[in-house]
């Protein structure tokens, strides 16, 4: 069978697909890509020399440190002020505490001759008047202790220069020395704050 002769439209076609499989992408000019370079070198130095965006940058620095600055004041502030608020507290508790010492003081020399005059009652006195007495001194105790007084009694217990107050020192080899012998008088505390020391007398070793 005879080949069927080509057209001019099939030559053209064929001609198409030729150029379709050799065709190559252009290669950029050098001049493009130094241009490309340089339009981002002065991107940036464009933008290094804002002087806007530094001032800007500055600013927000500045900004910050201000505020870390004033947090630290606040906290400093607010520190010092719970410390005022708590100094304040234990003041106020202090004279509600000791505020009765003075009355206190005046008042011991009463409980002191109440309990030598029961103590010195004889055979003569009326057991009424030595009860009345009694009567008179517990209910002087009971008032004080309400208040936070208490007595200090230390007989026959170790010397204190703290609580005690020694009046005399007597050699006695029946007692360990710098021991209480004999309370002359008895002390006293208002919550736990000496008022009055005993007055007490001391042993010692005997020669």
């Known amino acids: 069978?005879?080949?069927?002769?080509?057209?001019?439209?099939d030559d053209e076609l064929a001609r198409q697909q030729g150029d379709a499989d050799t065709h190559v992408e252009p290669e950029p000019v050098?001049?493009?890509?130094?241009?490309?370079?340089?339009?981002?070198?002065?991107g940036a130095e464009a933008k290094a020399d804002n002087p806007e965006a530094e001032?800007?940058?500055?600013k927000?620095?500045?900004?910050?440190?201000?505020?870390e600055e004033t947090k630290d004041q606040s906290m400093r502030t607010a520190a010092e002020a719970q410390n005022v608020r708590r100094r304040a507290e234990q003041e106020t508790e202090k004279a509600r505490k000791f505020a009765l010492e003075k009355f206190v003081k005046e008042l011991l020399p009463v409980i002191d001759s109440l309990e030598k005059a029961l103590e010195a009652?004889?055979?003569d006195a009326t057991e009424a008047h030595r009860e009345g007495v009694s009567m008179t001194l517990k209910m002087q105790q009971d008032v004080l202790g309400k208040f936070g007084v208490e007595a200090v009694d230390p007989q026959?217990?170790?010397?204190?220069p703290q609580?005690?107050?020694?009046?005399?020192?007597?050699?006695?080899p029946e007692m360990e020395p710098n021991s209480v012998m004999e309370v002359m008088q008895k002390g006293y505390l208002?919550?736990?704050?000496?008022?009055r020391p005993a007055m007490v007398v001391v042993s010692q070793a005997a020669d």
């Open 60 to 67: 927000v620095e500045e900004l910050e440190q201000a505020l």
């Open 156 to 160: 026959g217990e170790p010397f204190d």
């Open 30 to 42: 050098e001049g493009e890509l130094e241009g490309a370079a340089e339009t981002t070198e002065e």
């Open 121 to 123: 009652m004889g055979d």
């Open 163 to 172: 609580y005690h107050e020694a009046v005399a020192m007597v050699p006695n």
């Open 190 to 195: 208002l919550n736990g704050r000496l008022v």
């Open 55 to 58: 001032m800007l940058a500055a």
């Open 1 to 9: 069978m005879a080949k069927d002769p080509q057209t001019p439209l």
